[in-house]
C-alpha cells in the first residue's frame, strides 16, 4: 500500500464537487433567528459570555449594511441558507478510525490522513458545523501546544479563549463579520506558547456538504513571543447550482519577534459564496505571512489584513486568485503599519478565463508613528482570453513622510509571441499555456511546502482544462 | 530534405515572399544573404507557420511531411527548428521546463527531465554560457548575445532535422562567434542534419564552410552558388550585385514602388 504517501496531485474535480448523502440537513431549517442563535449556543453547551457574544453579534447583522462596494451579491438569500448543521453523533474524535466512515472517506478522498501521517504535526477536519476529527502529535502537546477543535477549545480553555477572541476582528467590523459571530461552529484554537516553534505545519481542512449550507468556523491562532507557527487551511464543496456560504473568521495574533505563517487553498465550489474575514495583529519585530490560493466559488471577497503594531513588524502577503467562468476574484491585502520601520510585502498574481472577472483590492495604510516605514506592492494579472476581466483597485494613505511605498502593477494577456515561440519548440497552444500560467504563479507557489504546491498546481490544471476556445 | 517550390506569401496585402525555391539535403550548410528587407527572416517565419503571414502559394515538404498543413508545434515535432533573433522572456519558467516539455512533446517515450537538463547543461557549455541558464527564467534580463547563444543551445537540446538559424550571430562577440561555429559543427556531426543560415555575412561565416550561398533580393533567392559566392558578395555588396545581376538578365529581381 502507498497510502501512507500523500498526493494532491490524484485529487480530481469530481473528489471536490462530488456530495456524500446529506439527510441529516433536513433535521436543520434554514434563516436565521435569536432561537437559532441560542439553540446553537446550548448544543455546544457554551457559557453564558460565548452567548451574549452571539447575541450582540445577531443585533449587529440586522443592523449593519451591505457593503456598497465589491462584487453583486443579490444572489445570496439570507433566509434560503442553513446556518447550523451536524452530520454525525461522534464529532471530535481523536482518531480516524472513530469517524463516522463516510465522512472519512471523503477525507481520505481529499488525502487528508495521508498528508498528516507524512508531514503534519496536527490536524483539524470540519465537516459542515462540527470539527470531525482533531489531532496534534504528542512531541508538541508535550512542549505546551494547544491545537483543538474551537468549541472544544472554549470549554477546555476558557480563560485563554476569553482573553483573545473578538479582539483581532470585532464583532461589529462589517456585516459578515457579525453574521460569522452569531452563528460561529467549529474551527481551530491554535496556541503557541513563548519561545517553541513547531516545525511542521499544522493544518485544518473545512468541507461543506450538503445543499444551500453555511459554514462558519472560527479560527483563533496565538503565537506567544519568539515562537513560531505555520498553519495551512484547505476547504471545499461540493456543487448543487443553488448558493451556499462561507463567512469564516480568522484571528491571529503574533507576538514580539515569533512568525506565523498561515497557507490557505480555498477551493469551494462555484455555489459558493466566500466572504472570509482574516486578520492579524503583530507585535514588535514579529512577522506574519500570508499565503493563499483562491480558485473556485462564485463571488469571494478576502483580502487578508496585518496591522504591524510594533516596531520593525514584518507581514509578507502573497496571493493567487483564479476567475473561471462565472466566478468574480475580489481579493486582495490590507496592511495597517503603525510600528517604527515595519515593513510589508505584497505579491498578487490573478489569472482570469472564460469571462471571469478578477479584482485586486487593496489598502496600505502608514500611520503617523510609522517612521521608515517600507511598503512593496506588486499586483500582476493574466488574462487567459478575450472576454475575462481584470482589476486593479489600490488605496494608499500615508500618514509620515519618511514611509517608501512602491507598487507596482501589470495586466496582460499571452502574448501570440510567446505562444508561437514556445510552439517553436514542440509545444502546442494548450501545454504551452499551462507551462506559462505555472511560471506566472511560480512566485507564490514556490513558497508552499511542496505537497501543497503540487495541490496549487493541480487544481489550476484542472482550472487550464479546455483552456483552447 | 527540406524542399521549398514556389513559396509566396503575403503579410497583409504586401506579398513579401515572391517564389522561393531551395532544396537542402542531410550534411548541407546553406547560406543565405541579402539586404535588409529582402525577405530573408520572413522565409522563417513562413516556415515556422507564423499566423501574421499567408502563404499564397507553393508547398514545402520537410522529409515526409507537408509542412504547411501542419500547426506551428506540429512542424517543430516534425524536426523543423526556427532560432528566433529577439526570443521573448517568460516569467516564471525555466529554460529546461520549457525545452524539456517541447523535447516530451516530440517524443513517444517519456525524456527523463533529469538526463535533459544535464545535456542542456553541457550544451550551455559548447556556447560559453554559464550552467545557471539552465534553470534561470528564460531570456529574461539576458543580453541580445545571450539569448541568441540559448537559441544554439536550444537548438541542440532538441535535435531538429533542419535548423532556420536567423542572424544567431549579430551582437555576439568574437570568443562567442567561435563558440557558436564549434556548436554548429557538433550539431551537424549528428547527422542527417540540414543548415540554413540566414546572415549579413558577418564573421560567423569565416568559421563555416558553407555548402551552399544564396543571395535572397525581393521576395527570391535570385543568385545560388558555392561558398566563392560569399566572397564576390562580400565586396560587391548587395546593391551592386543585384544591379549585375538584373543587367545580365538573371532572376526576376523586381523593385518595390
Do not use: C, N, W
Given at each position: 500500500m502507498t497510502d501512507a504517501l500523500v498526493d494532491?496531485?490524484?485529487?480530481?474535480?469530481?473528489?471536490?464537487?462530488?456530495?456524500?448523502?446529506?439527510?441529516?440537513?433536513?433535521?436543520?431549517?434554514?434563516?436565521?433567528?435569536?432561537?437559532?442563535?441560542?439553540?446553537?449556543?446550548?448544543?455546544?453547551?457554551?457559557?453564558?459570555w460565548v452567548l451574549a457574544v452571539r447575541l450582540k453579534a445577531l443585533a449587529q447583522f440586522h443592523t449593519l449594511e451591505m457593503p456598497s462596494w465589491g462584487p453583486d451579491l443579490s444572489g445570496l438569500d439570507f433566509g434560503q441558507i442553513r446556518y447550523f448543521a451536524t452530520a454525525t453523533n461522534t464529532p471530535n474524535a481523536k482518531t480516524w478510525a472513530d469517524v463516522d466512515p463516510t465522512i472519512k472517506k471523503t477525507f481520505e478522498r481529499l488525502q487528508i490522513p495521508q498528508a498528516e501521517r507524512a508531514l503534519l504535526a496536527g490536524v483539524g477536519a470540519q465537516y459542515e458545523s462540527e470539527t470531525v476529527y482533531h489531532s496534534l502529535k504528542a512531541e508538541w502537546e508535550e512542549q505546551g501546544v494547544i491545537f483543538l477543535d474551537f468549541d472544544e477549545a472554549v470549554r477546555t480553555h476558557p480563560e485563554l479563549v476569553k482573553k483573545h477572541f473578538t479582539r483581532v476582528v470585532p464583532i461589529n467590523d462589517h456585516k459578515f463579520a457579525a453574521l460569522h459571530y452569531a452563528v460561529f461552529s467549529g474551527g481551530t484554537f491554535l496556541y503557541v506558547p513563548s519561545g517553541v516553534r513547531v516545525t511542521q505545519p499544522l493544518q485544518a481542512y473545512f468541507r461543506m456538504n450538503a445543499i444551500n449550507q453555511g459554514q462558519f468556523e472560527h479560527t483563533l491562532i496565538v503565537v506567544e513571543e519568539g515562537a513560531q507557527a505555520h498553519y495551512i487551511e484547505g476547504c471545499s464543496a461540493p456543487k448543487y447550482g443553488s448558493a451556499s456560504l462561507h463567512a469564516g473568521c480568522v484571528e491571529v495574533q503574533v507576538g514580539a519577534g515569533a512568525s506565523c505563517r498561515y497557507s490557505s487553498v480555498e477551493n469551494w465550489s462555484a455555489d459558493t459564496f466566500n466572504l472570509n474575514t482574516k486578520r492579524s495583529v503583530v507585535q514588535a519585530r514579529g512577522r506574519m505571512e500570508w499565503i493563499g490560493g483562491n480558485l473556485g466559488s462564485g463571488t469571494t471577497m478576502l483580502y487578508p489584513c496585518s496591522v504591524l503594531v510594533g516596531a520593525e513588524a514584518r507581514a509578507d502577503h502573497l496571493g493567487v486568485a483564479f476567475a473561471n467562468a462565472g466566478q468574480n476574484q475580489d481579493t486582495g491585502a490590507k496592511v495597517i503599519l503603525q510600528g517604527e520601520r515595519t515593513r510589508a510585502t505584497v505579491v498578487s498574481k490573478s489569472l482570469s478565463k472564460g469571462g471571469g472577472v478578477s479584482t485586486y483590492r487593496g489598502l496600505i495604510d502608514v500611520g503617523a508613528r510609522a517612521t521608515d516605514a517600507v511598503v512593496n506592492v506588486e499586483c500582476d494579472a493574466l488574462m487567459l482570453d478575450g472576454e475575462s476581466v481584470s482589476d486593479t483597485i489600490p488605496y494608499i494613505r500615508c500618514g509620515n513622510d519618511t514611509a517608501s511605498i512602491t507598487h507596482e502593477a501589470s495586466a496582460g494577456k499571452i502574448s501570440e509571441e510567446t505562444l508561437l515561440y514556445c510552439a517553436s519548440r514542440g509545444l502546442d497552444p494548450e501545454v504551452a499555456k499551462g507551462v506559462i500560467v505555472n511560471g506566472f504563479l511560480d512566485e507564490v507557489v514556490k513558497t508552499l511546502p511542496l505537497e501543497y504546491a503540487s495541490e496549487l498546481n493541480r487544481l489550476i490544471e484542472l482550472e487550464m482544462e479546455g483552456s483552447i476556445g | 530534405m527540406l524542399q521549398i517550390e514556389d513559396l509566396h506569401s503575403r503579410l497583409g496585402e504586401t506579398p513579401i515572399l515572391r517564389g522561393v525555391n531551395l532544396r537542402v539535403l542531410a550534411g548541407e550548410v546553406h547560406v543565405i544573404v541579402g539586404a535588409n528587407g529582402s525577405g530573408k527572416s520572413t522565409l522563417g517565419r513562413v516556415l515556422l507557420g507564423d499566423e501574421q503571414h499567408t502563404v499564397t502559394q507553393g508547398t514545402v515538404t520537410l522529409g515526409d511531411a507537408d509542412l504547411l498543413a501542419l500547426e506551428p508545434h506540429e512542424r517543430a515535432q516534425a524536426g523543423f527548428f526556427l532560432s528566433f533573433q529577439s526570443p521573448p522572456a517568460i516569467d516564471g519558467v525555466s529554460a529546461v521546463d520549457l525545452l524539456h516539455a517541447g523535447a516530451q512533446a516530440a517524443s513517444e517515450e517519456r525524456v527523463s527531465h533529469f538526463r535533459f537538463k544535464k545535456q542542456l547543461g553541457a550544451h550551455l557549455r559548447t556556447v560559453h554560457l554559464g550552467e545557471e541558464f539552465v534553470n534561470r527564467e528564460i531570456h529574461k534580463g539576458a543580453s541580445g548575445g545571450e539569448r541568441r547563444k540559448l537559441e544554439l543551445a536550444s537548438?541542440?537540446?532538441?535535435?531538429?532535422?533542419?535548423?532556420?538559424?536567423?542572424?544567431?550571430?549579430?551582437?555576439?562577440?568574437?570568443?562567442?562567434?567561435?563558440?557558436?561555429?564549434?556548436?554548429?559543427?557538433?550539431?551537424?556531426?549528428?547527422?542527417?542534419?540540414?543548415?540554413?543560415?540566414?546572415?549579413?555575412?558577418?564573421?560567423?561565416?569565416?568559421?563555416?564552410?558553407?555548402?551552399?550561398?544564396?543571395?535572397?533580393?525581393?521576395?527570391?533567392?535570385?543568385?545560388?552558388?558555392?561558398?566563392?559566392?560569399?566572397?564576390?558578395?562580400?565586396?560587391?555588396g548587395f546593391a551592386q550585385r543585384k544591379g549585375a545581376l538584373e543587367r545580365r538578365g538573371i532572376g526576376t529581381v523586381r523593385t518595390e514602388a
Open positions: 494532491f496531485t490524484q485529487i480530481t474535480r469530481r473528489d471536490l464537487d462530488t456530495p456524500d448523502a446529506s439527510a441529516y440537513a433536513d433535521e436543520f431549517a434554514k434563516g436565521i433567528d435569536e432561537a437559532l442563535v441560542r439553540k446553537i449556543s446550548a448544543d455546544k453547551g457554551e457559557p453564558d | 537548438m541542440l537540446a532538441l535535435e531538429p532535422k533542419l535548423a532556420f538559424l536567423d542572424e544567431v550571430d549579430s551582437g555576439v562577440d568574437i570568443d562567442g562567434i567561435h563558440a557558436m561555429a564549434d556548436a554548429l559543427r557538433q550539431y551537424m556531426a549528428g547527422g542527417g542534419r540540414g543548415l540554413v543560415i540566414v546572415s549579413h555575412g558577418e564573421r560567423l561565416l569565416d568559421h563555416l564552410a558553407p555548402t551552399h550561398v544564396h543571395v535572397m533580393a525581393d521576395g527570391q533567392l535570385v543568385e545560388s552558388g558555392d561558398a566563392t559566392l560569399l566572397q564576390r558578395v562580400k565586396q560587391e
